[in-house]
């Protein structure tokens, strides 16, 4: 991957997100400027394990986590999210009025 490229400023807005907060694939295209929301995901799919990147704070516009339900990524996602205090419903979607990021832009 080159220095600069789509995923790299992807990865840099992901690192923004804080503790306790998550954003969706479709925010964190809006906040590239340059890419999709699928993108988004390709980008978090393509990461190493150590890379410092919170992938686990991105989920799906629906507010939920959009890994294959009771898979280990999935699973692994949710643990990492209830260890941040995010709570999930009884249908295994969070809130995204009370948890998603709100940057401000411009």
Not at 17 to 45: D, I
Not at 62 to 68: A, C
Not at 81 to 94: P, R, T, V
Request: proline share 2%; hydrophobic share 40%; aromatic share 8%.
């Amino acid at each position: 991957m080159k220095g600069n490229s789509v995923y790299d400023e992807i990865y840099a807005w992901v690192r923004r997100v804080p503790e306790g907060k998550v954003a969706t694939y479709g925010q964190v295209a809006g906040l590239v400027g340059r890419c999709s929301a699928r993108q988004v995901g390709y980008a978090m799919a393509a990461l190493q394990d150590g890379a410092g990147v919170p992938w686990h704070r991105i989920i799906n516009a629906q507010g939920r986590i959009s890994l294959r339900t009771g898979s280990d990524g999935h699973r692994l996602q949710r643990i990492l999210l209830e260890a941040e205090g995010i709570d999930f419903a009884a249908d295994g979607s969070i809130d995204l009025t009370q948890y998603r990021w709100a940057e401000i832009v411009g």
